[in-house]
C-alpha cells in the first residue's frame, strides 16, 4: 500500500506541474497585454514598458516560469505599477491588478461560498443519488423503481440555470416557501447559512445525482448475485444486511472514482449557480475576471480547481485501493 500511495502522490505532482505550466502558457498565450492592462488605457508607450519591466514581463520565458513556481513554494514579491514593492505570500498564485490585491486573498475572500455551495451539494449527491439507486436496486421492477429512474433521468436532462430560475420562482417569489438565496457565514448564523444556501443545493445536488443514481442501480445489480453475496444469503444473513455489508461494498469502487471525478464537476457547477442565485464565490470572480481581462485571476481559479480535482481523484484512488487489494498491482 505504501508503494501504490508513494505512486499516486507523485502523479499527482506530476500533473499539478504540467497543468500549472499550462496555465501560465495561457497567460502569456491570450491576445491581450498584461501590461498595458494594468498600467491602464491613458498610459504611452514608455509607461507601457515601464510597468512591463516592473512586472518582470521583460524576462525570459523560462525565468518568469520559475519565478512563479518558486512563489508558489515560498511566495515572492511582485512590483505594482508604480514600482512600488508587494509581498505576495505562499502560495503567490500572482496579483490581480484589477482587483488590486493578490490573487489568493480574492479567492480567499469568496472561497467559503463555493466551498459550502460545493460540500451541501455533495451531500445531496449522497443522499438522493447513491441512496435512490440503492433503494431502487433493492426494488428492482417495481413502482418505486421506475419513478426513482425517472427522476434520474429528468435530472440528467434538465439544465443548472433553467431549473435554478424555475424553482427560484415557484419556491421563492411565488410561494416563499424558502428564502432568496444568500450566503451568510457558517460561524455568524448556521441556520441563516443553511436557509441561504438551500435551494442552490438542491438545484446543484439534484443535477448531478442523476449519474450517481443509474450507477449506483446497475452496479448494485450486477454485484448482489456474485458468489460470495449468495453464499452469505446462504448462510443466514438476511438479505437487506447481506445487501449493506457485501454488495454495497463490491458497487463502491467505481462510485468513489466518480466522486473524485464529480469534485471538478461540482465546481463547474458551482460556477453556473452562483451565478444564477447571485452568489459572490469563486464562480462570480472567475467570470469577472474573464469579462475583465483579469489574466492572473483567471490563472489562479484555473488552478484552484484544477488543484482539487487532482487532489480529490488521488484520494479516491487510495479508497479504492484499499476497498480492492487488486488495484494495488496495478
Same mark, same amino acid.
Given at each position: 500500500?505504501?508503494?501504490?500511495?508513494?505512486?499516486?502522490?507523485?502523479?499527482?505532482?506530476?500533473?499539478?506541474?504540467?497543468?500549472?505550466?499550462?496555465?501560465?502558457?495561457? %497567460?502569456?498565450?491570450?491576445?491581450?497585454?498584461?501590461?498595458?492592462?494594468?498600467?491602464?488605457?491613458?498610459?504611452?508607450?514608455?509607461?507601457?514598458?515601464?510597468?512591463?519591466?516592473?512586472?518582470?514581463?521583460?524576462?525570459?520565458?523560462?525565468?518568469?516560469?520559475?519565478?512563479?513556481?518558486?512563489?508558489?513554494?515560498?511566495?515572492?514579491?511582485?512590483?505594482?505599477?508604480?514600482?512600488? #514593492?508587494?509581498?505576495?505570500?505562499?502560495?503567490?498564485?500572482?496579483?490581480?491588478?484589477?482587483?488590486?490585491?493578490?490573487?489568493?486573498?480574492?479567492?480567499?475572500?469568496?472561497?467559503?461560498?463555493?466551498?459550502?455551495?460545493?460540500?451541501?451539494?455533495?451531500?445531496?449527491?449522497?443522499?438522493?443519488?447513491?441512496?435512490?439507486?440503492?433503494?431502487?436496486?433493492?426494488?428492482?421492477?417495481?413502482?418505486?423503481?421506475?419513478?426513482?429512474?425517472?427522476?434520474?433521468?429528468?435530472? #440528467?436532462?434538465?439544465?443548472?440555470?433553467?431549473?435554478?430560475?424555475?424553482?427560484?420562482?415557484?419556491?421563492?417569489?411565488?410561494?416563499?416557501?424558502?428564502?432568496?438565496?444568500?450566503?451568510?457565514?457558517?460561524?455568524?448564523?448556521?441556520?441563516?447559512?443553511?436557509?441561504?444556501?438551500?435551494?442552490?443545493?438542491?438545484?446543484?445536488?439534484?443535477?448531478?445525482?442523476?449519474?450517481?443514481?443509474?450507477?449506483?442501480?446497475?452496479?448494485?445489480?450486477?454485484?448482489?448475485?456474485?458468489?460470495?453475496?449468495?453464499?452469505?444469503?446462504?448462510?443466514?444473513?438476511?438479505?437487506?444486511?447481506?445487501?449493506?455489508?457485501?454488495?454495497?461494498?463490491?458497487?463502491? #469502487?467505481?462510485?468513489?472514482?466518480?466522486?473524485?471525478?464529480?469534485?471538478?464537476?461540482? %465546481?463547474?457547477? #458551482?460556477?453556473?449557480?452562483?451565478?444564477?442565485?447571485?452568489?459572490?464565490?469563486?464562480?462570480?470572480?472567475?467570470?469577472?475576471?474573464?469579462?475583465?481581462?483579469?489574466?492572473?485571476?483567471?490563472?489562479?481559479?484555473?488552478?484552484?480547481?484544477?488543484?482539487?480535482?487532482?487532489?480529490?481523484?488521488?484520494?479516491?484512488?487510495?479508497?479504492?485501493?484499499?476497498?480492492?487489494?487488486?488495484?494495488?498491482?496495478?
Amino acid at each position: 500500500m505504501t508503494g501504490y500511495l508513494l505512486r499516486r502522490v507523485l502523479q499527482a505532482a506530476a500533473v499539478l506541474l504540467a497543468i500549472t505550466a499550462a496555465a501560465f502558457g495561457l %497567460f502569456h498565450a491570450a491576445p491581450t497585454d498584461p501590461a498595458l492592462i494594468a498600467c491602464g488605457p491613458k498610459c504611452d508607450t514608455g509607461q507601457v514598458e515601464a510597468v512591463r519591466a516592473s512586472m518582470g514581463l521583460d524576462q525570459p520565458l523560462a525565468a518568469q516560469f520559475l519565478d512563479y513556481l518558486g512563489g508558489l513554494v515560498s511566495g515572492r514579491t511582485i512590483a505594482d505599477v508604480d514600482g512600488s #514593492a508587494i509581498h505576495c505570500s505562499a502560495p503567490c498564485l500572482g496579483y490581480s491588478y484589477t482587483l488590486h490585491q493578490p490573487v489568493l486573498d480574492a479567492i480567499g475572500d469568496r472561497l467559503p461560498v463555493t466551498l459550502s455551495l460545493a460540500g451541501g451539494a455533495l451531500a445531496v449527491i449522497l443522499v438522493i443519488g447513491v441512496g435512490g439507486g440503492l433503494v431502487a436496486a433493492l426494488r428492482r421492477g417495481t413502482a418505486t423503481d421506475r419513478l426513482l429512474s425517472g427522476f434520474s433521468l429528468i435530472g #440528467a436532462s434538465v439544465q443548472i440555470y433553467f431549473l435554478g430560475y424555475v424553482l427560484q420562482y415557484l419556491l421563492v417569489y411565488s410561494t416563499g416557501l424558502l428564502p432568496l438565496p444568500d450566503f451568510v457565514p457558517l460561524t455568524d448564523d448556521p441556520g441563516r447559512w443553511a436557509a441561504g444556501l438551500l435551494l442552490p443545493w438542491l438545484v446543484l445536488g439534484f443535477v448531478n445525482a442523476a449519474v450517481f443514481a443509474r450507477l449506483t442501480r446497475s452496479q448494485m445489480l450486477e454485484t448482489m448475485h456474485d458468489g460470495y453475496v449468495r453464499t452469505a444469503r446462504a448462510k443466514g444473513l438476511g438479505t437487506l444486511h447481506a445487501h449493506l455489508k457485501y454488495t454495497a461494498r463490491g458497487a463502491a #469502487a467505481p462510485l468513489v472514482q466518480l466522486l473524485g471525478l464529480e469534485v471538478g464537476a461540482l %465546481f463547474g457547477g #458551482a460556477f453556473i449557480t452562483e451565478t444564477v442565485f447571485g452568489l459572490g464565490g469563486v464562480g462570480t470572480l472567475a467570470v469577472d475576471a474573464v469579462t475583465g481581462n483579469d489574466l492572473p485571476t483567471v490563472v489562479g481559479t484555473v488552478l484552484l480547481a484544477a488543484f482539487f480535482v487532482v487532489v480529490f481523484v488521488a484520494v479516491a484512488d487510495l479508497v479504492v485501493a484499499w476497498l480492492d487489494p487488486r488495484v494495488r498491482l496495478t
